[in-house]
Every structure is written in structure tokens, then in C-alpha cells.
């Protein structure tokens, strides 16, 4: 079976003391998931996630630690395709989410929004990504400050 890899992320912003998450739609697509994307050849899957981030949300980010990887079997075009996606947790830096630069990437994304973290599990579309995302929040509730305002420089605060 042919195989392939992605990589993305969980995008966190503290929202005056809420912590939210970016979500995307991805282009026809009823669901919402979470932003990733083909590793490229010669990247390293933190990379991928980093770049990927940036493509799909318009948002700057810094990676703060792995979260894990999902795996599942989809089909295209009758082939059956074994793929794994690497997640990693990302405090938000810079950008306005859906702000995308890029011609094709707004074609691969119809919409993007600001969840917060406490319900971004059950609004998740994919199983896989509902454990990531419910992983990041348990790894956010025992790391406290992490992305607490006072550990981010004043111009972070925005959208
Ligand atoms: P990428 O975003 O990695 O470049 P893509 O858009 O080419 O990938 P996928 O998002 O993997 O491809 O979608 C291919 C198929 O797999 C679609 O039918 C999609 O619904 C399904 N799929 C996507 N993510 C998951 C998941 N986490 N669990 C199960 N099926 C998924």
C-alpha cells in the first residue's frame, strides 16, 4: 500500500485568559480539522507544520513540543493510501487568521476560525484529531504558563 506523510499543527493564542485554537475547513469540506500538509522532500515534519501553519491560517507561530502522530487508510482514485499525519503544539506569534497570501492555498481552505481550546476536541471532524487536540489540552492545563500573556512581548497580543 502506498504511504504517505503530513505534518500540522495546534495553534494556541491566550485570548484575555482564554485559550483559543485556529481551525480551518478545508475546501469542500464539511467539517472542521486542523491545519497540516504534505512533507516535502528534504523536510523535517516540524518544518512541514511550521510551513503548513503559515499556508493554511496566514499565522506566524512557534513550535512548542510534539503532540504525536494519527494514522489512517484513505482512498484516491480506487488505491488504497496508508498515511500519517505528525502534530505539534504552537504558540501563536503574528498574522490574522484566514489572512492567506498564497493563490492556491485560499483555494484549499474555505474558512478559518478561532476556537477555544476547551471545545475544540468535539468540534474536530477526524477521531485522530480530536485526541490531538484533547492531548494539547491536557498538555496546556498542566503546563500553566506556557502561554500565559505575561511570557508573550506586548505585540503578540493581537489578532
Ligand atoms: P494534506 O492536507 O496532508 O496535504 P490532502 O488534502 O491531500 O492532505 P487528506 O486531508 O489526508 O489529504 O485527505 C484525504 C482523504 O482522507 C479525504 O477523504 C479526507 O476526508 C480523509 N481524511 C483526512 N484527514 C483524516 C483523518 N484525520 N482521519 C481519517 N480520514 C481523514
Redesign the pocket.
Known amino acids: 500500500m502506498p504511504r504517505?506523510a503530513?505534518a500540522?499543527g495546534i495553534v494556541v493564542r491566550d485570548q484575555a485568559g482564554v485559550l483559543e485554537v485556529a481551525v480551518i475547513r478545508?475546501h469542500g469540506?464539511s467539517?472542521w480539522?486542523l491545519p497540516?500538509?504534505?512533507v516535502d522532500p528534504g523536510e523535517t515534519p516540524e518544518q512541514t507544520a511550521t510551513r503548513?501553519v503559515w499556508e493554511e491560517t496566514g499565522l506566524r507561530a512557534t513550535l512548542v513540543a510534539p503532540l504525536g502522530e494519527?494514522r489512517?487508510v484513505?482512498?484516491?482514485r480506487g488505491q488504497r493510501?496508508f498515511?500519517r499525519?505528525h502534530f505539534f503544539l504552537f504558540r501563536y506569534l503574528t498574522g490574522v487568521l484566514g489572512d492567506i497570501q498564497h493563490e492556491g492555498q485560499r483555494v484549499?481552505v474555505d474558512e478559518a476560525r478561532w476556537v477555544p481550546l476547551v471545545r475544540v476536541s468535539a468540534l474536530l471532524g477526524?477521531?485522530?484529531?480530536k485526541a490531538i487536540a484533547a492531548r494539547a489540552a491536557r498538555m496546556l492545563l498542566r503546563a500553566g504558563p506556557v502561554l500565559a500573556p505575561s511570557s508573550k512581548p506586548p505585540e503578540e497580543s493581537g489578532d
Open positions: 504517505e503530513s500540522g478545508p469540506r467539517l480539522a497540516k500538509g504534505h503548513e494519527i489512517y484513505y482512498q484516491f493510501i498515511k499525519v484549499e477526524y477521531k485522530g484529531e
